[in-house]
């Protein structure tokens, strides 16, 4: 059974970090992407990353590459998201995703499994 397990959420100032973790177990790491997506209350869902568990390889669109960065750590079975110099248009609801797909097709519709979603907000 695929499990994807959100954490690191949570209340931070504007300009603050956070780092979200990813736990996935039922996959054999290296075979398949990993992407966030996030939602903010009335909005869609949007990728905000994605990455190759097999060669790193990420994705970032244009408007986060500068503040956001997605790495896994495959001894840990764990795929993170640095977010940094964060903004109150930021905040939502951070949803980790896999597939087996290319991570550009993660990326672009999410994978086959979601986590549960964990709050981040952005707030002084």
């Known amino acids: 059974e695929v499990q994807l397990v959100e954490s690191g959420g949570g209340l931070v100032q504007p300009g603050g970090s956070l780092r979200l973790s990813c736990a996935i177990s039922?996959?054999?790491?290296?075979?398949?992407?990993v992407g966030w997506f996030r939602q903010a209350p009335g909005k869609e869902r949007e990728a905000v990353s994605a990455?190759?568990?097999?060669?790193?390889?990420?994705w970032y669109p244009h408007s986060l590459k500068d503040r956001f960065a997605i790495s896994n750590d495959n001894a840990k079975k764990t795929v993170y998201l640095q977010m940094n110099s964060l903004k109150p248009e930021d905040s939502g609801v951070y949803y980790c995703t896999a597939g087996l797909n290319h991570f550009l097709v993660v990326a672009s519709r999410g994978g086959d499994y979601w986590g549960q979603g964990i709050q981040v907000t952005v707030s002084s």
């Open positions: 039922g996959f054999t790491f290296g075979e398949y992407a």
């Open positions: 990455i190759s568990t097999g060669d790193g390889t990420a």
